[in-house]
């Protein structure tokens, strides 16, 4: 006798394919859906999406009618040749008007395109939202509402949001609501994994209270969109409804299939929710999804240098669907986890339908689809099954650009040849793309295969997570047990023989996974009594002048030798080297904390840059014997004078590019930051380098700082740090050749074109990452026209700031940490007094602890909040002087051209960006403005080894002006002669 087990997707295609013939010729005898076949037209057409995404960025976006009139100009010429006669008309005749009559103009254009896009998203004013809702809703179909809103920058939006979720909840015609974890709470630092559950537990507990009260109960849907968010999201519904006072309340949670993660997440609920019904509890839903983030899942992955999260392909993705479902589609387990089935792939739906039909499981599950998409399939999917839940996405009329993430996605998925929506609407009538949409479905199925065993959950393969990085496997490794290992040595050899063109960056740690959060609330767990590098510190102080002149000798004579080893012997090296810098990630990352209150999110990713110079550098150094007609004559000694802000990355960029260019170093690290330097150093000995060719040197008198700088043995001095300090020790020997990166007073402009919320975020983070201790730091945002009116902006800003946790490193929540010392003179000046004119918005405090990391020496707080001071004028102190703290002064500009001057009246040129959508604006930007390193739509701190060089102009650098990280860095740290003929 047959069982469940015995039933396989596989067997049941010839009938899927026939279901879908069948729901296809009804579908087509329904009034056809005239606002979904209008978009679907729009899409094909070769200017379709572009046309309509340019007309929701740059027209539906702008909150300045002008800006918009100018964007609704120049898309006339893209208009679809398949909307009505009417409406294109409409735009074009919208569009010679826009100029001179925005306001009359912007609007109605804009009403054409929620027209068009009407069917997809409705209006949640209250008296629309009634009829609505009483229009779409019938018998079978039940509405699942998600309450669209602006970015979650801070803890105010949030609240907003979930309030407003709150007050969709307790309408009467309202019994289903969907809201993602990220959307309830502020930003939060990720390495606080547990923390931000506690705390999402408690902003989410009077929404399950509110659900769990009604009668009948009401059900609340936890969505999820980034991978990061799975872990978050899993937990956080599991613990609410671990509750006692929700046992019997049912709920839901998203799982997202293109995934590979997703079968073992739903394996767990499955093994959760039987304990949870066999205690008396009610069960649980799983709705499960495609997935629709993958544009920026692969931006995030590239950042970072992690895989990306998802399948490689479509049908990886589409097979990874069929096995959750495969796997969830059996009675026994219904029971316990019903299953929403949500997407409009018909032959997915078919399959499933039948799957939980022959299995005896079709009242565990529940067909999901999408407001306005293919209605007529729609329609024929619930009088087979007896029931339909729309997903209804709500929005409020004057937030309508909010849904612009909602409506692009759904543009894509309609206009990509890859997705089943582009052929939506044609499937009944064209054979072609049915036999495409058939052929797609049956290889997916015939993949499975490769996951699924009979059926048997004791027997399936579950696919492991692209993502699977653990720092604690190499936590417990010495230096010396981890170059040993094989896989490494081969590393260095393959990286030998590759040169520059085999470089990769080194990845940073993804906080999101479990096992590097074990290893990082680890690290900060050590840092309040860290001691590392304390011992080489005091092995490395230099007493007097004799001890140093005894250094400088030693540095001289050991660089004949380093020199004789040839580039390919000291590149083998510093492969090495940096093979033991990810060996000491760890401590790295323990000392940069105690010592300079370096956050995990902060620290990491400088661990990775140090890392990145090795390798880089390394390869380098060998291009360095491959120029034809030329020889690289190395330095004998060079001096590395680094800052203690990047106290890791720093030192050893200015280290590693001079060792891989066959020179001897002598580094002496900031005072404030030197264990982090000898750690450092510490590495690169154990990998190596000798000794006597890289000397870690302290100094006990300040004077001989000094005197190594301007001993005539000193050869070459890398220097980062004040632009006053580089002109000092320039003065000592004006024929020393100094190779300085200095200062920065860095801004970024924000124009009317910009994604107002994207460009407040950005701010918040270039400002404050580090407490603004970063010489890239936004110290001013320049807000031209209409923004510095914007309460969109300035909300959004305010709420960012507000909403960052200040603390020490080893909390994890902290977002910013302390100050390097408690402030001083113009520091203490720029946080606590205003020029004429000048407002604070927020206003920095600062915060008493006693924590030892969070005072100083004398006991003073180094701990401040964040301060944005507005009403800076042009040519003001605070407009020219860098302070280098958390401090954001506000700018404005009536024009474009008049910020660009505003920025470069500041003597320094190390960072700048611009926020705008707009090419001509962005290419005026790029022709004027006097920056080394420019950004445009995103943060203005950070910069990746080869990928993203970094120097400045002007006064924020002194020398050469090769960049590092860059390929031309090591050309400057030797001298060039003519190569001897052959």
Known sequence: MSTAHDIRPQDLADDAVALVRRWLAEAASLPADASAARLAGVLSDPNGLDFTVGFVDGVVRPEDLAVAAERLH?????????????????????????????????????????????????????????????????????????????????????????????????????????????????????????????????????????????????FINLDMEEYKDLDLTLAVFMRLLDRPEFTGLEAGIVLQAYLPDALGAMIRLQEWAAQRVAR?????????????????????????????????????SDTGYKAVLDYALHPERVR?????????????????????????????????MLLGMAAGQAEAVRREVGHLLLYVPVVHPEEFDVAIAYLIRRLEEGASTENFMSAVFELHDHAELFERERERFLASLADLESITADGDPEHYRVPRPNRDQDRRAAASDSVAAHLARPEVASRVEERVQGGASGFRNTPDTDPDLPGNRVWGRAIAERMV???????????????????????????RAAAEGWQALGADERARILHRAGEALEARRADLLEVMGSECGKTLDQGDPEVSEAIDFAHYYAALGQELEQVDGARFVPQRLTAVIPPWNFPVAIPAGGTLAALAAGSSVVIKPAAQSARSGAVMVEALWEAGVPTDVLQLVQFEDRALASRLVADPRIDRLILTGAYETAETFRGLREDLPILAETSGKNAIIVTPNADLDLAARDVAQSAFGHAGQKCSAASLVVLVGSVARSRRFRGQLLDAVRSL????????????????????????????????????????????????????????????????????????????????????????????????????????????????????ELARWLDRVEAGNLYVNRGITGAIVRRQPFGGWKKSAIGAGTKAGGPSYLFGLGDWVDAEPE
Do not use: C
């Open 805 to 920: 946790r200040v603390g020490t490193p080893d909390d994890l929540t902290s977002q910013m940490g302390p100050l390097i010392a408690a402030p001083s003179g113009k520091l203490l000046r720029g946080l606590t007094e205003l020029e004429p004119g000048q407002h604070w918005e927020v206003e920095p405090a600062a915060v008493e602890t006693g924590h030892p990391l969070a005072v100083d020496r004398n006991g003073d707080a180094k701990l401040w909040t964040p301060g944005v001071r507005a009403g800076v004028q042009r040519g003001s102190e605070y407009h020219l002087t860098e302070y280098f703290g958390p401090i954001l002064g506000v700018m404005t500009a009536e024009t474009l051209d008049e910020a660009i001057d505003i920025v470069n009246d500041i003597e320094y040129g190390l960072t700048s960006g611009l926020h705008s959508l707009d090419r001509a």
């Open 280 to 316: 008396g509890g009610a069960p649980i839903k799983v709705r499960v999804v495609k997935g629709a983030n993958l544009p920026m899942e692969l931006v995030d992955a590239a950042v970072h240098g992690w895989p990306s999260a998802t399948w490689p392909t479509k049908q990886a």
């Open 336 to 368: 316990n986890v019903r299953i929403g089935v949500a997407g409009h792939n018909l032959f997915d739906v078919a399959l499933a339908w039948l799957l939980a039909q022959r299995r005896g499981a079709e009242e565990g599950i529940e067909f999901e």
């Open 529 to 555: 009594h860290s001691e590392l590098g304390a011992a080489a510190i005091a092995e490395a102080r230099i007493a007097d002048a004799e001890a140093l002149d005894r250094a400088i000798e030693r540095g």
């Open 74 to 218: 120049e898309l006339v010429p893209k208009t679809p040749s398949f909307l009505p006669a009417p409406m294109r008309g409409a735009i074009g005749l919208g569009g010679a008007l826009a100029r001179p009559l925005p306001g009359v103009v912007v609007p109605i254009a804009r009403r054409v395109l929620r027209q068009l896009v009407s069917h997809l998203i409705i209006d949640a004013s209250d008296a629309k939202l009634g009829p609505a809702i009483a229009k779409i809703a019938r018998d079978g179909v039940r509405l699942n509402m998600n309450l669209l809103g602006e970015a979650i920058l801070g803890q105010a939006e949030a609240e907003r949001r979930l309030e407003g979720t709150h007050r969709l909840l307790a309408r009467d015609d309202i019994d289903y609501v969907s809201i993602k974890v990220s959307a309830t709470v502020a930003p939060h630092n990720h390495w606080a994994f547990d923390e931000a559950v506690a705390h999402i537990e408690q902003q989410l507990l009077p929404l399950f209270a509110r659900a769990a009260d009604a009668s009948p109960q009401k």
